[in-house]
């Protein structure tokens, strides 16, 4: 089994910055693609970046050149630096890993963490 716990988030004013981190723990063989997604009340859950295993990052046009993803596979954990924020990046936030465990590759999903951003 494994386990993703996600952390950094908090409420900022518009511009400022946060960053948060993601770490996955249990019986983990390989760490496949790595990402972050949000959701905002009655909206559906959609993709902000990802990160594949070889390092090539994948952003969302509407956090291009503000959010930055990082993965530190030592440490089996996945960053997202976020600046420049505009109160439309409030959202909850899910950490999304896909991992290899001795007897299946799966996707799992962290609990959440808020970002809410004041005008």
């Known amino acids: 089994q494994v386990q993703l716990v996600e952390s950094g988030g908090g409420l900022v004013q518009a511009g400022g910055s946060l960053r948060l981190s993601c770490v996955a723990s249990?019986?983990?063989?390989?760490?496949?693609?790595m990402g972050w997604y949000r959701q905002a009340p009655g909206h559906q859950r959609d993709l902000v970046a990802e990160?594949?295993?070889?390092?090539?990052?994948n952003y969302a046009d509407s956090v291009k050149g503000r959010f930055t993803i990082s993965r530190d596979d030592a440490k089996k954990t996945v960053y997202l630096q976020m600046n420049s924020l505009k109160p439309e990046d409030t959202a909850v936030y899910f950490c999304?890993?896909?991992?290899?465990?001795?007897?299946?590759?799966?996707?799992?999903w962290g609990q959440g963490t808020q970002v809410s951003v004041s005008s």
């Open positions: 999304n890993v896909e991992a290899g465990t001795w007897s299946t590759v799966r996707t799992y």
């Open positions: 249990g019986t983990i063989i390989t760490l496949h693609t």
């Open positions: 990160i594949t295993r070889g390092g090539t990052a």
